[in-house]
């Protein structure tokens, strides 16, 4: 089989997957519930509201597109608008259809060398979006708890486990993300001795490998810190952006209450819908499918009452997950088939960009060499057979 057949396989299976586990995950939570009386419900749903959610989870993805345009534009490098539009919609799309939204941000790269924009460049510009929305669900989950914390300390009871392990995920990488990108020598050497407490413990068995990919990553994250310490105002407008992104997704459950007639406050809402990402988000699964249902169902019981909990769970998943996968779908095709396949490999670095570009990695390898941010093969290699013979 070609290498484009076991993709489409690998991705055909994991659509599959999706809807094979939220078949199960529905039919656990409605088996005891009447199909009519939600087909009803669903029927008798203000049609207003619902056009409103799905217009907020349209501009929820592009606005994606304009932190893109903005991030390549403080890189210097020059790209339409239009395909800063279909390199978001590429990466929701994947992200929604692979474990843990893994293959998002890969394919993204890919489309973006389709465009002429570097490896290095396309690299910072995901490294910098990933950590901004991992900083924004967290400061988000943080400002809510204590807006409405009786609220959240009981929803969260009911998830407990998946919310610890939530936190526990995006909390650490977001924590470590922004030590990378701030203090990149501290950040190796947190890897440095995790890689050596692995190899003393026998559970790294090619250390290697795993030194040659810790130290292009520490590169990557040196030279992210030279372009942050550059351009702060950059980085400041686009948590701004993110926090608004962010917020209009949330948005969409509030817009699927009053759709429903449900008596609310949009906070309450938003507060139960952050900690429902906080438990499911970083989940293995594709589009956290059957988890995010499961956790809908228990926390926004509080919310949407016994009646109107499956029409709202079936709305709320409709919008914010089939409709953006399905739109995903459709506007990565005509992507791919209008704009990534026309001029293929046309340059989009600016002579300034270039010169930025050659400045900042300039400067990183200084850094690189003054504050011994890469890792040492034989420094670590050293260390642990010392630790043996002790």
Not at 13 to 35: G, Q, R, S, Y
Not at 45 to 59: Q, T, Y
Not at 243 to 256: D, G, S
């Amino acid at each position: 089989m070609s290498k484009t057949g076991k993709k489409v396989l690998k991705y055909g299976l994991n659509v599959a997957l999706v809807v094979l586990i939220t078949w199960f995950a529905l039919h656990m939570i409605f088996k005891d519930n009447e199909p009519e009386k939600i087909l009803e419900q669903i029927k008798m749903a203000d049609a207003r509201w619902l056009i409103l959610a799905a217009v907020l989870m349209f501009l929820f993805a592009t606005f994606e597109s304009f932190i893109l345009k903005y991030l390549f534009s403080g890189l210097k490098q020059k790209i339409s608008y239009v395909k800063c539009f279909f390199l978001a919609w590429v990466e929701f799309f994947y992200s929604q259809i692979t474990p843990g939204a893994s293959g998002g941000q890969p394919v993204q790269i890919y489309y973006m060398g389709k465009c002429g924009i570097n490896g290095f460049v396309s690299t910072m510009v995901c490294m910098l979006v990933t950590l901004t929305y991992k900083f924004m669900l967290v400061i988000l989950c943080i400002v809510f708890i204590i807006l409405r914390p009786e609220l959240t300390i009981v929803a969260i009871e009911d998830v407990i486990v998946l919310f610890i392990i939530g936190v526990f995920l995006q909390a650490g990488f977001a924590t470590f993300l922004l030590i990378a990108v701030t203090k990149p020598a501290f950040a190796s050497w947190i890897i440095n001795t995790l890689i050596k407490w692995g190899i003393g413990l026998h559970i790294i068995r090619h250390p290697e490998k795993l030194i040659a990919k810790a130290n292009e990553s520490l590169k990557q994250y040196d030279q992210a810190s030279v372009f942050i310490r550059q351009n702060k105002r950059v980085l400041l407008n686009v948590f701004l952006i993110t926090a608004v992104q962010r917020m209009m997704y949330y948005m969409i459950t509030y817009c699927v209450t009053q759709a429903l007639g449900i008596d609310c406050n949009w906070i309450d809402v938003v507060a139960i819908q952050l900690m429902l990402s906080m438990a499911v988000d970083a989940l293995p699964l594709p589009g956290a499918a059957g988890a995010n249902e499961i956790v809908f169902n228990r926390l926004q019981k509080q919310i949407f009452g016994p009646e109107k909990l499956a029409p709202g769970l079936l709305l709320n998943r409709g919008i914010t997950y089939y409709l953006l996968a399905l739109t995903g779908g459709v506007l990565s095709l005509i992507g791919h088939i209008w704009v990534f396949r026309r001029k293929v490999g046309e340059t989009t670095n600016t002579p300034e960009g270039e010169a930025m570009m050659n400045e900042m990695i300039k400067e990183a390898e200084q850094d690189e060499a003054a504050e011994h941010v890469l890792i040492d093969a034989e420094e670590v290699a050293e260390a642990v057979e010392k630790a043996d013979g002790e």
